[in-house]
């Protein structure tokens, strides 16, 4: 057993590939760290440009879901338990199909799905548009759906469920906690999904471990470094940093790298 895992860190490591993904790696927990939000635009087109999406994805969520659950605990007082509830439902729905267009999509095809994704939510957040009207139960069914379909396909579920809660009563606080919330819930039946179908592999295990160090260290770097900073650059940092990320992983520039 110890020789199996320390054949998978060796190849891992001597991998060409493997300094490139650490720095997205630590870029993404850097982003996540001083904005909030934005991991997953960076770090699934890039790790999916440089990999694959079928260890891209469940590599994020593995790294996120350990990564979030502690900071959920702090903030359950703020969880709108209804509205987050009718999501996560909806959204246990719409995951596994998502989850099936990750196994069975070819590559190529899911590649462009996940950087064509990421620049559509970029331009939602910059637009600042959002959801105004009444918080109905089929506008949550709704949002809850979009968000499972996304999580489960590519890991990028904060969307729909942004426009959606930031467009009603609820506070800042409420709504992060509530995305905290749903993702909390997400991740474990995601996790319980892609094991079942074979998506967590030994490698992806291994190369999640590895991800994993330099993007909560980065994290905790965002959070202390950038404190006290204007909350509007942070956003338009963030902003640019995802829209690149979007742009150069496009299949098209493959021939470029």
């Known amino acids: 057993m110890t020789s199996q895992i320390w054949a998978l860190f060796t190849a891992a490591v001597a991998d060409p590939r493997f300094p490139i993904a650490l720095g997205i790696a630590a870029l993404s927990g850097l982003v996540r760290g001083f904005s909030g939000f934005g991991s997953a635009l960076i770090y699934v087109p890039l790790i999916s440009a ?100 996304g999580g489960g396909a590519a890991q990028i579920a904060v969307p729909p469920l942004l426009i959606f809660w930031l467009g009603g009563n609820n506070s800042a606080a409420t709504v992060r906690a509530n995305i905290m919330a749903y993702f909390a819930i997400q991740g474990t039946l995601s996790i319980v999904l892609y094991a079942f179908n074979g998506l967590l592999n030994a490698q992806a295990l291994m ?51």
């Not at 909806?90 to 989850?99: S, Y």
């Not at 204007?230 to 496009?250: E, F, K, P």
């Open 50 to 149: 440089v990999y694959s999406p079928r260890l891209a994805v469940p590599t994020l969520l593995l790294i996120d879901t350990v990564c979030g659950l502690p900071f959920l605990f702090s903030v359950l007082h703020h969880v709108n338990k209804r509205e987050v509830s009718t999501a996560a439902a909806a959204g246990a729905v719409t995951l596994p199909i998502g989850m099936l267009a990750l196994l069975w999509v070819d590559p190529l095809w899911l590649r462009w799905f996940i950087s064509v994704l990421v620049l559509l939510a970029l331009a939602s957040l910059v637009s600042g548009w959002r959801y105004h009207g009444k918080p109905t139960l089929l506008a949550s069914l709704g949002a809850g759906a979009m968000a499972g379909f």
């Open 207 to 257: 190369i999640a471990v590895l991800m994993g160090i330099p993007f909560i260290v980065a994290l905790a770097a965002g959070a202390f470094f950038f404190h006290g900073t204007s909350d509007l650059l942070y956003r338009r940092a963030a902003y640019v940093i995802i829209a690149i990320a979007g742009l150069i992983s496009l299949p098209l520039f493959d021939a470029l790298r």
